[in-house]
């Protein structure tokens, strides 16, 4: 049994002392959320940088602590962490892919040359997290300034079930407990309810509630903190109405302290700090990222943090990020109301209807696809399908099943690998059409949350000049581009299009097949090799978007996959009324594909058995470069205390903060500056 299992039997046996649970409904409870656990596990990830702001160009370093959604330990199961950089037009920028090493997931994401100023958002998830809809992992930082965030409160409309206007629950937080009684509006003489209390499906109360008889619980039964659910229930278990309290965030906290040791200068003329947690707990230790920045640069007013994101952000429908601040004051209740929490399912797990996510777990990286006839597209059965990398002087061969289809798993190399796959019948024969199954990433369709800017200074904190002699310093000067930086506009054509991608964004977003790139354009799905606009929907049934390479029609099965993106200059996305200058063909749409040679012919790229392509493989770690901005950065410490050494200017200018969780899934959360 997991670690994280073993934690929420022993936290739900727990609660069973102290709570008014009636012993054959508690029995059945715990019976289902275990099972719901078991069934559908479900995580969290949180990115920790080594800066808020950043200027174009520059290289993110960044660590993802992925944890259990219930227990927030990180005992998880998934194998691979995805971060995307979002731009303010919510388009990918650059995706990663991060391999769980010794210490954890850490990367980076290098930023573009000539990126627009503004807020972007690191994305990061797991493909079992897509399981789940509306619970976004989100981080902002800001690229050619600084800004923080503002609450606000988030529309929660899709799916949001309604409530009955008739029965209101009132939550009162009292000195010792939480005081819930129910004000029904109506007259009905209904008064037979029940009351059920969970956060993060963790069940903490069940029981009798009427008009009459409210329901009073202690501080001590309430063993988790962060959001709880407080269901009003029928006697079929059909939930009437509810109200989410955010309540005790300290239960999930575990406080540290940082100490000087002034006594012990070095010789460098460095100091050693302690950073030791006194309530870690018998067996229990730290997994923390530390970074020391420059107090100048940043305010951490308006910034979010592990503690908001793992108790509010991630557990609230449609909230992708909240400052710090809302976990602190009074502000989470009024973002919470008439809000619902279908993270867990709790209404359906109570009744007994658990179920598993659709989307497995990713334990390893897998390449899939088909193999079918050039006439008629039929599958072909025991056909034999080679995939060989070159760079790695790696060979493994299988056969298809009866539907065609092939697999590889364990293809586990570094992003860049290139691998050649050919695919021939059972006889040997070669003529055979190969179609390689593209990997399918979420795009994103959220509100991205307000924000304002506190300062326009952009200057670089980590660049040196030196001035010849006799030389002047000027002001710095920034030019920011007022289109977004996929518009590379240089004929009619393409400055008529919704969306181009020039030969410079082609380079930087690194796309390793004309699928990734388009996939990049909202409204455009990319579905068995073939590009759909809004759908695709016709009266006649489902149609693709019309391909053009320098300007020729393609027919509707020409592989895209043909065209290497080595050959590429740019691509263009015709949609809506922009299709007109293409005629009665561009109806569905239109993607439009120059090639640096531009003379391509239909009859010079013939189908084949043969595939060259690249895959989103893992990052590979890089070595960290101090500079003045961020002169300290560890993404990974484990342990139950630890020793740095600090120079004893930083105790002036600079900020430590230090993020992560531990064994027991307490999250530790400090920052201070360094002289204080």
């Known amino acids: 049994m997991p670690i994280y299992m073993r934690k929420l039997l022993f936290v739900i046996l727990l609660i069973c002392f102290h ?34 702001s950043y200027q174009a160009g520059q290289r993110i370093h960044l660590r993802v602590f992925l944890v259990n959604a219930v227990v927030h330990q990180a005992d998880s199961i998934s194998r691979y962490v995805y971060v995307e950089l979002l731009n303010p037009e919510r388009l990918v920028v650059k995706r990663v892919r991060l391999l769980r090493s010794d210490q954890g997931f850490v990367g980076h994401i290098d930023i573009p040359e000539g990126v627009v100023k503004g807020r972007y ?14 619970y976004e992992s989100m981080k902002s930082i800001f690229i050619g300034g600084h800004g923080r965030l503002t609450p606000s409160k988030y529309s929660n409309s899709l799916n949001r079930e309604e409530a009955n206007n008739s029965i209101n629950l009132l939550i009162n937080v009292l000195k010792k407990g939480i005081k819930v009684s129910i004000d029904n509006l109506s007259d009905s003489s209904e008064d037979d309810y029940r009351l059920f209390v969970h956060c993060r499906s963790i069940p903490l109360y069940f029981g009798k509630i009427s008009k009459e008889k409210d329901v009073i619980l202690s501080y001590d039964s309430l063993s988790q903190g962060g959001i709880y659910s407080f269901q009003l229930l029928d006697t079929k278990l059909n939930k009437v109405a509810e109200r989410l309290k955010f309540v005790y965030p300290e239960k999930e906290l575990c406080p540290i302290s940082v100490r000087w040791t002034d006594g012990e200068k070095l010789n460098n003329n460095q100091i050693p700090c302690i950073i030791k947690a006194d309530s870690l707990r018998e067996g229990e230790t730290m997994d923390v990222s530390v970074r020391v920045e420059y107090a100048g640069v940043d305010n951490t007013v308006g910034q979010s943090d592990i503690i908001s994101h793992l108790l509010f952000d991630m557990d609230k429908a449609d909230c992708p990020e909240e400052p710090s601040s809302v976990c602190l004051e009074s502000e989470p209740d009024s973002l919470l109301d008439n809000c619902n929490w279908s993270r867990y399912r709790m209404s359906d797990v109570i009744k007994g209807e658990c179920k598993k996510g659709l989307i497995g777990v990713e334990k390893s990286a897998v390449i899939r696809g088909r193999v079918e006839t050039l006439i008629g597209h039929k599958p072909i059965k025991d056909g034999v399908v080679n995939l060989i990398s070159p760079d790695k002087s790696f060979y493994v061969v299988t056969k298809t099943d009866a539907q065609g289809r092939f697999s590889f798993e364990g293809i586990d190399f570094p992003e860049g690998t290139q691998y050649v796959l050919n695919a021939f019948t059972k006889a040997g024969k070669s003529w055979v059409k190969l179609l390689l199954d593209e990997d399918e990433y979420p795009s994103y369709k959220g509100q991205l949350p307000p924000f ?11 660049a040196t000049l030196e001035l010849p002699k006799g030389g002047i310093q000027m002001e710095e000067v920034n030019v920011f581009s007022h289109q977004p930086t996929y518009s590379s506009r240089s004929d009619a054509y393409s400055r008529t299009a919704d969306f181009s991608f020039g030969l410079r964004d082609i380079e930087s977003i690194g796309a390793t097949c004309l699928h990734e790139l388009l996939r990049r354009v909202p409204s455009v799905t990319v579905e068995f090799g073939k590009c759909y606009v809004r759908g695709g929907f016709t009266v006649g049934g489902r149609r693709p978007a019309a391909i053009a390479i320098d300007g020729i029609f393609v027919n509707e099965d020409y592989d895209l996959d043909n065209i290497q993106m080595a050959d590429v200059e740019r691509v263009d996305v015709f949609k809506g009324g922009s299709t007109v200058i293409w005629g009665a063909i561009g109806g569905m749409g239109v993607i439009s594909v120059t090639t640096k040679k531009g003379d391509f012919k239909a009859a010079s790229v013939p189908l084949t058995n043969t595939k060259t392509f690249t895959t989103l493989g893992y990052q590979i770690p890089q070595g960290y470069t101090p500079n003045a901005r961020t002169p300290m950065w560890l993404p ?38 360094i002289g204080r």
Request: hydrophobic content about 35%; charged content about 20%.
């Open 121 to 134: 958002v690191l994305r990061s998830y797991t493909k079992n997290m897509l399981n789940l809809s509306r």
């Open 452 to 462: 304002v800017w506190t300062s326009n200074d952009t200057t670089r904190v980590d």
């Open 636 to 673: 990974s410490l484990r342990g139950a205390s630890f020793r740095l050494l600090f120079p004893a200017e930083y105790r002036s200018t600079y900020r430590l903060i230090i993020e992560g969780v531990t064994s027991e899934g307490r999250i530790v959360h400090y920052t201070g500056e």
């Open 19 to 52: 709570t008014s649970l009636y012993a054959q409904t508690n029995n059945v409870l715990l019976s289902r959320v275990l099972r719901q656990v078991q069934l559908y596990p479900q995580e969290k990830t949180y990115v920790f940088t080594d800066a808020e």
